[in-house]
């Protein structure tokens, strides 16, 4: 049986990049949030350190690294409960093969959100099971509802959920026997508001059951190349990947896995790397609201969801025009129609270049 997946989104914006890429003083890529900013010292030295790594890795990740990871939850996420933690090749893997993993199939239905990263429609759809478009907790397929994918903060959006309703997606997820995989993945970028994580005491009340939080390493620490991302939650759901894993190869390389440790015990370089983000926020919110658009959200995370109230195309071609790329919303869901990403991941001279090209307008 074919699988069938969606095109790849990216491949119908080449045209507008092409576009953009003639603008006299070079394009300005805001469409996609890869990390340009240096990789720390401190986990480039680590990564150099365990180079001579001639066997073969710890699935499960090294003491060290399970000890980083746990230490990280409790003191970060605010987590007392005892959570099992697994790394991963990044966190679009663990996105993409999640619900394969978690043995999900034809009979059951699994939600996601109504504006989100195509990754959890595909990862759906790799598993054979049934996908649901929903932001409310009152959602049902034709099949069971095995688990429910929240997002916070959101990608595109930058929404982020509060505990009030993290608790009500737990509450209801828990009478129905699903699981809840909320992808966390810009927990530490929080902008007018401090995201929590469905882990957190205050939203499980110490109780992980049911529960797993996926996290990456890509955006806080600038380690999109050594692909460094983990899952946590409920030790048993945690040791049944562990086993899938086991038997598929999916190890983190044991170089990555030392970078790891070292990027989740170090705080002062995601300080710095937030007040860089920070800056280029300002400089891009404050560009775009003079050219005419409305933010919307945005309140976490590493983008800006911006609108003209017009097709999101007609916006994105508008902006390639002078030589800024973006991401049009309908690549997350029919509720993107009209508005478009803006990706904070690029230089601090390539912002002010888009700033005094939307500013100039």
């Known amino acids: 049986m074919s699988i069938q997946l969606p095109d790849f989104p990216w491949d119908t914006l080449a045209p507008?990049?092409?576009?953009?890429?003639?603008?006299?003083?070079?394009?300005?890529?805001?469409?996609?949030?890869?990390?340009?900013?240096?990789?720390?010292?401190?986990?480039?030295?680590?990564?150099?350190?365990?180079?001579?790594?001639?066997?073969?890795?710890?699935?499960?990740?090294?003491?060290?690294?399970?000890?980083?990871?746990?230490?990280?939850?409790?003191q970060r996420?605010?987590?007392?409960?005892?959570?099992?933690?697994?790394?991963?090749?990044?966190?679009?893997?663990?996105?993409?093969?999640?619900?394969?993993?978690?043995?999900?199939?034809?009979?059951?239905?699994?939600?996601?959100?109504?504006?989100?990263?195509?990754?959890?429609?595909?990862?759906?759809?790799?598993a054979g099971a049934i996908g649901v478009r929903s932001d409310a907790t009152?959602?049902?397929?034709?099949?069971?509802?095995?688990?429910?994918?929240?997002?916070?903060?959101?990608?595109?959006?930058?929404?982020?959920?509060?505990?009030?309703?993290?608790?009500?997606?737990?509450?209801?997820?828990?009478?129905?026997?699903?699981?809840?995989?909320?992808?966390?993945?810009?927990?530490?970028?929080g902008w007018d508001v401090e995201p929590v994580s469905v882990l957190a005491d205050e939203v499980c009340d110490g109780d992980v059951t049911g529960l797993l939080a996926v996290h990456s390493l890509s955006k806080r620490s600038n380690l999109a190349g050594y692909r460094a991302g983990f899952v946590a939650g409920d030790p048993?759901?945690?040791?049944?990947?562990?086993?899938?894993?086991?038997?598929?190869g999916l190890i983190v390389p044991a170089p990555v896995q030392a970078a790891m440790v070292a990027a989740l015990s170090d705080t002062a370089h995601v300080a710095e790397q937030r007040e860089r983000y920070a800056s280029r926020r300002e400089a891009l919110r404050e560009a775009l609201v003079t050219a005419g658009f409305r933010i919307d959200h945005s309140e976490a995370g590493l983008y800006l969801w911006a609108t003209r109230d017009e097709p999101c195309w007609d916006t994105v071609s508008w902006l390639a025009d002078r030589g800024i790329l973006v991401a049009p919303g309908a690549f997350y869901g029919p509720g993107g129609?009209?508005?478009?990403?803006?990706?904070?991941?690029?230089?601090?001279?390539?912002?002010?270049?888009?700033?005094?090209?939307?500013?100039?307008?």
């Open 77 to 126: 996420l605010a987590a007392s409960a005892d959570v099992g933690v697994l790394p991963t090749i990044g966190s679009k893997e663990a996105v993409a093969w999640l619900p394969t993993q978690l043995g999900l199939g034809p009979s059951d239905t699994v939600i996601f959100p109504e504006l989100a990263y195509p990754t959890y429609d595909v990862g759906i759809r790799l």
């Open 138 to 189: 009152v959602a049902a397929g034709p099949g069971k509802t095995a688990a429910i994918w929240v997002n916070s903060p959101s990608n595109p959006t930058g929404r982020v959920l509060g505990v009030a309703h993290l608790r009500k997606v737990v509450a209801w997820a828990r009478e129905r026997g699903a699981i809840v995989i909320s992808d966390e993945c810009y927990v530490e970028l």
């Open 337 to 361: 129609s009209h508005h478009v990403r803006v990706a904070l991941t690029a230089t601090d001279e390539r912002v002010a270049a888009a700033a005094k090209r939307l500013v100039g307008v």
């Open 236 to 248: 048993a759901i945690v040791e049944r990947l562990l086993a899938v894993r086991k038997h598929g």
């Open 16 to 74: 507008y990049g092409k576009r953009a890429k003639e603008h006299p003083d070079g394009v300005v890529d805001l469409s996609i949030g890869t990390p340009v900013d240096p990789t720390p010292p401190v986990v480039r030295d680590a990564l150099i350190a365990a180079a001579d790594a001639p066997g073969y890795p710890l699935t499960a990740g090294t003491p060290a690294l399970r000890d980083a990871m746990t230490s990280w939850v409790a």
